[in-house]
């Protein structure tokens, strides 16, 4: 099973019961660190380029979705080299494949695809992505409290 929806990825992830595949891969945002458990807030609505003119805020952070998919019986084996898509495999089909925690897989996005407010490509490198998205709103999953990312340590 394959997500990646630019936004409620982790709300989707969290939601599914219907089915139990044997093997995830999930979309991360990687301006969201590797050590916080953070996730955009739901938004049945939700549409990248809207919510953000910069096309940077959505998603979560590879931590928020290790432990998710840890609590739904799935192990971490990698992350691409891209730094945006994550595997997991189901704790009984994991065998002889080695399993990473979100600090080992984690690999900052190598592509650069910020846009200005009039939509041109910016090329934002990562530092300047997360400032520029620094006054958006992430939930802490592990609480479900909203914080605002400068007062996050990432």
């Not at 992830?13 to 093997?23: D, G, W």
């Not at 650069?112 to 802490?140: A, P, Y």
Request: net charge negative; glycine share 8%; charged share 25%.
């Amino acid at each position: 099973m394959s997500i990646d929806v630019d936004g409620n990825d982790y709300w989707i992830f969290e939601a599914i019961e219907c089915v139990s595949p044997r093997i995830v891969i999930i979309e991360y945002n990687s301006l969201f660190g590797k050590d916080l458990k953070i996730s955009v807030p739901y938004d049945e609505n939700f549409a990248r380029a809207e919510k953000h003119f910069s096309g940077l805020y959505y998603g979560a952070s590879i931590s928020a979705l290790a432990d998710l998919a840890e609590k739904k019986g799935y192990c971490l084996v990698g992350s691409n080299t891209a730094g945006c898509n994550l595997f997991f495999v189901k704790k009984e089909f994991v065998g002889n494949i080695k399993t990473f925690s979100p600090q080992e897989a984690y690999i900052g996005s190598k592509f650069r695809q910020s846009r200005d407010e009039n939509g041109n490509l910016t090329f934002l490198n990562h530092c300047d992505g997360l400032k520029l998205i620094q006054d958006m709103e992430v939930v802490n999953v592990a609480d479900n409290k909203k914080v605002k990312i400068s007062s996050l340590n990432i």
